[in-house]
């Protein structure tokens, strides 16, 4: 009889012994863990991003951009499911953008040095101040009109969405240099943060960049128009904006904290970028 339970004792032990393994690697990592108070203090929407996330599956890429799109077509100001529809959809894109920037001085120095623009790197009223000095009667500076753009509208670099669903580093750090150039690039052409406005610059980031997700903003958002506006957007701001997809330099080759001390005017040529027609009343530099 003991010879007959001999074998089912030993698997009994063998399971125990593995049991208490198992509770001494989780009460190892119970020590390792965070304090329940720092858990607490994680914000709602999700910590900030300090190491690449886990690969997303396909069908949770796919539910998440169909949820994503669906929120952002039935309301274009939700900024978080335009933000999501963006990552997890823009990886062809967003590759052959750190390709043109790899390829120039400026964007592969901007890819090594990587900026993040905040109120800490560019508070608005030093960067007002500051850039009228400079200007000394050239002209206002893009740091000036920058800061004075952001003051008017009450806009504050700091909200721009963190990236969360984009495993590569490299191409997470482009898609948020993208998001936070987005204000640069309404005073560089002029464009007011209207419906109108936003629409014209959208097509531009279109055609500059490739993005899905500014193609959803750019046709999706022509819907909110009335019919005097869809005619501007038509005959005027796209023309704008095909014409500058096609002589401009590639706008996330430009290192624009190096650029806050130049007139504006000046920049403007350098960069071939040339001012979308004044149509209504907005902000104008």
């Not at 390829?103 to 990587?114: A, D, F, K, L, T």
């Not at 005073?187 to 899905?212: R, S, Y």
């Not at 958002?221 to 005027?236: H, P, Q």
């Amino acid at each position: 009889k003991k010879h007959v339970l001999q074998p089912f004792r030993s698997a009994c032990f063998s399971l125990r012994s593995q049991q208490f393994q198992l509770r001494c690697f989780w009460s190892g990592l119970q020590v390792s863990s965070p304090r329940s108070s720092d858990v607490d203090e994680v914000p709602f929407y999700g910590t900030p991003r300090h190491q690449s996330p886990s690969p997303l599956s396909t069908i949770k890429r796919l539910t998440l951009a169909v949820h994503a799109a669906t929120s952002a077509f039935s309301d274009p100001t939700r900024a978080d499911s335009v933000a999501i529809l963006g990552e997890v959809t823009g990886h062809v894109a967003l590759q052959s953008m750190k390709e043109k920037m790899l390829s120039h001085p400026v964007g592969r120095e901007i890819m090594q040095n990587q900026p993040k623009v905040s109120k800490a790197t560019m508070p608005i009223e030093q960067l007002i101040a500051s850039s009228k000095l400079v200007s000394d009667g050239k002209g206002t500076t893009f740091g000036e009109a920058y800061g004075k753009f952001l003051e008017c509208h009450g806009f504050d670099p700091d909200e721009r969405d963190t990236v969360k669903y984009i495993e590569d580093p490299e191409l997470a750090y482009v898609m948020l240099r993208y998001r936070q150039c987005h204000d640069f690039w309404h005073v560089l052409t002029g464009l007011p943060p209207t419906i109108l406005g936003e629409l014209g610059l959208k097509w531009l980031e279109l055609l500059q960049t490739g993005l899905p997700v500014a193609a959803l903003s750019a046709t999706v958002g022509s819907f909110r128009l009335d019919e005097s506006e869809r005619k501007i957007l038509n005959n005027y701001y796209l023309p704008w904006a095909v014409r500058m997809s096609q002589q401009a330099d590639h706008l996330m080759n430009v290192y624009y904290e190096e650029e806050m001390d130049t007139p504006l005017d000046e920049l403007r040529s350098r960069l071939k970028i040339e001012r979308a027609p004044t149509i209504s009343d907005g902000w104008h530099d």
